[in-house]
């Protein structure tokens, strides 16, 4: 049961961040590339969320889905920590318009959280 939650959580969270991406039209490729991101993924990273996202929430071989939300919360969670090891602060477009703070370890500790449900549904 816990990790039916944890996956349902996880995936509501991925959707919500895909969807706030996408809604920030042609800002989101420049916003991902000041993070770190390559520009040739940049346009497609929206999609993958959301497309993990709702099959994690309707419960689509969970323990592969998780893993590969797991896969992609590292690399977040890399490229913000990489930016905050090098003194940059750019804004996080990690949920779109929605999250317009500078980066801080509070992403990376927000990062490691979601990172947790990702486990959690993995082995749960």
């Known amino acids: 049961m816990l990790g039916v939650i944890a996956s349902v959580i996880l995936g509501g969270v991925m959707c919500v961040a895909g969807g706030s991406k996408i ?10 590339q000041a993070l ?9 990273v929206p999609w993958c969320e959301i ?4 099959l994690l929430i309707v419960q689509l071989k969970p ?3 998780g893993a590969l939300s797991l896969a992609l919360l590292v690399a977040f969670t890399l490229l913000i920590m990489r930016q905050l090891q090098k003194g940059e602060r ?9 999250s317009s703070k500078p980066l801080s370890w509070n992403h990376v500790a927000r990062n490691a959280g979601f990172i947790a449900l990702a486990v959690i549904t993995i082995v749960a």
């Open 90 to 98: 750019p804004v996080c477009a990690c949920f779109g318009s929605w």
């Open 23 to 32: 809604a920030m039209g042609k800002r989101w490729p420049i916003e991902a």
């Open 63 to 65: 323990e592969v889905i």
């Open 51 to 54: 497309a993990l996202g709702a």
């Open 36 to 44: 770190g991101a390559p520009q040739s993924i940049a346009p497609i």
